[in-house]
């Protein structure tokens, strides 16, 4: 079955100019990039997408995080998106991610990873329409 789930190229790899190279690799891995868009979150967005994360210590610090700066948003659309782009991105820490995925090759720490996936429908649906409201 073809779903979509949210990608998001962090403050971290944009930075170090590593969007290009990071979308090749979604395209080369046969998802179709179905809306793209680069901008600088503010505050309100950011809470309202980690939300799920608000009563945990590191809320703020994810929250500054990516807002820090502009960050590359994408909806992808492929058979098993969710699982495949997770898969892709690697373990959450760069240091345990396996060769050839994306933290692996552009992350740094645990926090500046590069990317972000959801991790499930309900999830992907909730992250599309924070970061693409339907008007």
């Given amino acids: 079955m073809v779903e979509q789930t949210l990608a998001i190229i ?7 100019f ?15 990039i179905k809306r793209i868009e680069k901008r600088q979150l503010d505050r309100a967005i950011a809470e309202r997408f980690y939300a799920v994360h608000a009563s945990r210590p590191f809320f703020n610090e994810l929250v500054d995080f990516i807002i820090s700066g502009p960050v590359v948003i994408m ?3 492929k058979k098993d998106a969710i699982k495949d782009w997770r898969e ?13 995925s994306i933290r692996k ?4 720490d645990i926090g500046k990873n590069a990317t972000h996936g959801s991790d499930a429908s309900e999830t992907a649906n909730y992250e599309i329409n924070v970061m693409f409201p339907k008007k």
Avoid: H, Q, Y
């Avoid at 590593?18 to 179709?32: Q, Y």
């Fill in 10 to 16: 962090k403050p971290d790899a944009v930075a170090w």
């Fill in 18 to 32: 590593s969007s290009g190279p990071i979308i090749e690799l979604i395209e080369r891995n046969g998802f179709v």
């Fill in 75 to 77: 909806i992808l659309e």
């Fill in 88 to 100: 892709l991105m690697g373990a959450t820490d760069p240091m345990k991610a396996g060769c050839g």
């Fill in 105 to 108: 090759m552009f992350g740094t």
